[in-house]
């Protein structure tokens, strides 16, 4: 069982940074594909942005690109998440997960295997 947590959130205001992490546990000597995704209430999650196994290769939903990045950290599957110029619509509940069986679209929800448990985000404007 591979068991993601992630860490980071909070409140801010509009222009502010957060950096989000993500460590997975549970499956050593796999690394694998990783990504972000946000949902706020009523809505359905929405992918953010993703990176490889090796993170040769990185993917961002077209709202975030120049303000988010994506990075793989020195650990077997962790993942950072820098957010510069914070906007209010960035507000939401951000997931971390990892794509550790399925070879699917990593912009695509149904791809991943398993999930963190989400943290807050909210930028005050």
């Avoid at 120049?66 to 510069?84: C, D, F, H, K, P």
Wanted: glycine share 12%; with cysteine.
């Amino acid at each position: 069982q591979v068991q993601l947590v992630e860490s980071g959130g909070g409140l801010v205001q509009a222009g502010a940074s957060l950096r989000l992490s993500c460590a997975a546990s549970g499956r050593p000597g796999s690394r694998a594909p990783m990504g972000w995704f946000r949902q706020t209430p009523g809505k359905e999650r929405e992918f953010v942005a993703a990176i490889s196994w090796n993170g040769g290769s990185t993917y961002y939903a077209d709202s975030v690109k120049g303000r988010l990045t994506i990075s793989r950290g020195n650990a077997e599957n962790t993942v950072y998440l820098q957010m510069n110029n914070l906007k209010p619509e960035d507000t939401a509940v951000y997931y971390c997960a990892i794509q550790m069986y399925n070879s699917g679209s990593v912009y695509n929800i149904a791809s991943y295997d398993y999930w963190g448990q989400g943290t807050q985000v909210t930028v005050d404007s």
